[in-house]
């Protein structure tokens, strides 16, 4: 009793920890406050640079906002108002900054000294956005400049180039009060610059356009009393003392609008949520460092909380590249058709993705009582809410053309093993079980199960003549097999009630194939009889044997059907293990186009995640060889069908297909998951 009660105890602590552990919004959200946006008109007028401000542009631009202090909410409101106007031409930007002071100071003269030693007006300049090769202007009342360059911000490892002087600024400054007298009252100071397009332009691109965006900010520096520190006053708040923190700048946009002539609502340039958890996980991985410790390598290791992850649209997916000295952090937004990355060295890039190409199916058994036109609607609508082809359990050749014409593929749907027409003809081609009997007259489960031995003579050239066959007929685009397999040595655990029973181990009369061909063939490989083997299903050398009979007739139909040009896939097992213990189908090895695992969760009492799994090994066993369509039995998911195309989708699937025959209320839901996905439907 003392052990347990110890344990406990020591155990809290941590549980306390863990329950009030923040969220990286929380802990880092004095850094991730929404910057603010200018909307930038065009001038009216012809500029003149004197720092008096007297055209009617000016007049008609709106200010920003207030200055306040750079480390934001909670902090004194400055002692001096601050405001800043913008516009520009197809030359310049234009910035004009009014500054309150009661006693306006500045000692220094000599350019590119240290001018923020003055009480000054600096402006910072990112024209793409990027955070790096990124620009700075500083002045002082006296209108002395200190001008530089900076390929990334400090905390990167930086570095600023004063050898560039901004080429072509003009900038003036108009001081309403007397420089360098403190005995008087001042008001105000103005500074009104020009800055040339081409002093800010990387690459040839012009920056200075209709519809493009900066980023920007601007500092005041302020000293208000002999020995203390300088006060730091900003447009837009860094959440410390820093300003080289060019994703912590406002947005600054160019409006093809002259100004006065109409106005118009900023928007962001990002998904915002997106960008924020961004740079929530910047600086965590920066706090990190600063702390000794190694990156965080995998989204996981951020722990983060549903707040966070639902500040970004459906279907995001957030990504973590890391080794031990860098990383890039990335958000994919399918429905904006772009990937945000950011990496290490605070480098914030904007990518256009190309859309994900997917292809979806569904199987249909043909109804006669149906007329051909009901059939070329329902097609229609198929093709429209993202179905790429029907696999059809028979053949009508008006079917399949309306659904050719409709846009659709139409595939027959045949099974394989399991073929009852032969029943008179080749009774000796039946598998037989491990008591002796026959699939024949005495089949496992129901009664339609009538499966074939895939080591009698005659069966594979039989099936691949049929396949070939009806690859022949006019509208078909491919093959499809089903029951390529023996029959269930274990059931699905959701169907047990079924046929009450409980396949705790294997059954005798479900284990297949123990006919005299077979148990010959194998002793004659191994010296030993299956019936005398104590444990069959611990034996891999005999399952081993199975899997190499089905695959050698799958082998057989591929080699003849793609002889001829054909197309070929097949409806198998969830996951190639599952599929190997259950039904003796070792289909990771066939060679197939694309393979449509039946992934129906409710057959195994299992959710959503699970087709999501099943997927996942699905894909990487073929490895790229061929395409993975999940298979979704409809009956189960209602509610959880979204949540079932994201297991899908998520873990590499190339598409999905519907058992069956769906219901138009599914075909929207698919339609509109689609579309809020970005995907592109081949």
């Not at 659709?408 to 099974?415: D, I, M, N, S, V």
Request: net charge negative.
């Amino acid at each position: 009793m003392k052990k347990i009660l110890l344990t406990i105890l020591l155990l809290l602590p941590l549980s306390c920890v863990l329950l009030h552990a923040q969220g990286i919004f929380e802990k880092h959200g004095r850094l991730l406050t929404l910057p603010a946006g200018y909307v930038c008109y065009r001038t009216a007028d012809d500029m003149k640079i004197d720092g008096k401000l007297k055209e009617g542009s000016w007049t008609k631009a709106v200010p920003t906002s207030l200055f306040v202090d750079i480390s934001g909410e909670g902090f004194p409101r400055p002692v001096y108002d601050t405001r800043v106007k913008m516009l520009w031409d197809d030359n310049y930007l234009y910035v004009a900054a009014i500054l309150q002071e009661k006693n306006i100071v500045a000692r220094l003269t000599q350019r590119d000294t240290i001018i923020y030693y003055d009480n000054d007006f600096e402006v910072f300049l990112d024209p793409d956005g990027d955070g790096h090769q990124y620009f700075e202007i500083e002045n002082n009342a006296r209108g002395v400049i200190f001008d530089l360059m900076l390929d990334r911000p400090y905390r990167s490892g930086g570095n600023f180039m004063v050898q560039w002087d901004c080429p072509g600024l003009k900038l003036a400054v108009h001081r309403d009060g007397t420089l360098n007298k403190p005995g008087d009252t001042d008001r105000q100071w103005t500074v009104e610059m020009a800055i040339p397009r081409e002093a800010v332009t990387l690459n040839f691109n012009n920056p200075l356009k209709a519809g493009n965006y900066w980023r920007i900010n601007f500092s005041r520096v302020q000293w208000l009393k002999p020995g203390q520190r300088e006060e730091n006053w900003v447009w837009q708040p860094t959440g410390k003392v820093d300003m080289h923190m060019p994703e912590r700048w406002g947005f600054l946009y160019f409006s093809a609008l002259t100004v006065g002539e109409g106005e118009e609502e900023f928007t962001y340039p990002y998904d915002m949520g997106a960008y924020k958890l961004l740079w929530a996980m910047f600086h965590e991985q920066q706090e990190r460092v600063a702390a000794g410790e190694g990156y965080l390598r995998t989204v996981e290791d951020f722990f983060l909380t549903d707040a966070e992850l639902s500040a970004l649209p459906e279907g995001a997916e957030v990504g973590v590249e890391a080794t031990a000295s860098t990383y890039l952090l990335s958000v994919t937004l399918p429905g904006r058709g772009e990937r945000y990355t950011l990496n290490h060295e605070g480098r914030f890039v904007v990518g256009k993705i190309t859309p994900r190409v997917v292809k979806n199916w569904t199987w249909v058994r043909i109804d006669k009582n149906k007329s051909i036109e009901e059939y070329a609607a329902y097609f229609r609508l198929m093709k429209e809410c993202g179905i790429s082809g029907v696999l059809f359990e028979s053949y009508e050749e008006p079917v399949y053309k309306a659904c050719q014409e409709a846009g659709l593929e139409a595939h027959y749907w045949r099974w394989t093993m399991n073929r009852s027409e032969v029943l008179q003809t080749h009774p000796e081609w039946f598998a037989v079980n491990r008591r002796g009997e026959s699939s024949f007259d005495q089949p496992a489960y129901v009664d339609y199960y009538r499966f074939l031995c895939p080591y009698r003579e005659g069966v594979a050239d039989y099936l691949a003549e049929d396949y070939v066959r009806i690859s022949r007929l006019p509208h078909v685009d491919g093959v499809h097999l089903d029951y390529v397999r023996f029959p269930d040595v274990i059931l699905p655990v959701g169907l047990w009630k079924n046929y009450g029973i409980e396949q705790t181990s294997e059954h005798p009369e479900y284990d297949y194939c123990y006919c005299d061909v077979c148990r010959a063939r194998y002793k004659e490989l191994t010296g030993t009889d299956p019936l005398d083997l104590q444990y069959p299903m611990q034996s891999q050398s005999w399952i081993n044997f199975r899997l190499d009979g089905i695959t050698a007739v799958v082998d057989r139909i591929t080699r003849a059907v793609k002889a001829r040009g054909g197309k070929i896939s097949a409806a198998v097992f969830p996951g190639p293990t599952m599929a190997k213990a259950m039904v003796r189908q070792d289909w990771a090895n066939w060679h197939l186009d694309a393979y449509f695992p039946m992934i129906y969760n409710g057959f195994y009492n299992e959710g959503p995640v699970w087709i999501g799994r099943s997927v996942k090994e699905s894909v990487q066993a073929v490895n790229g060889r061929a395409k993975i369509y999940a298979g979704l039995y409809l009956p189960d998911l209602q509610e959880d069908f979204e949540a079932a195309l994201d297991a899908a989708f998520d873990n590499g699937a190339s598409g999905v297909s519907l058992f069956d025959s769906p219901s138009r209320d599914y075909l929207l839901r698919l339609k509109a998951y689609l579309a809020r996905k970005g995907f592109l439907v081949k």
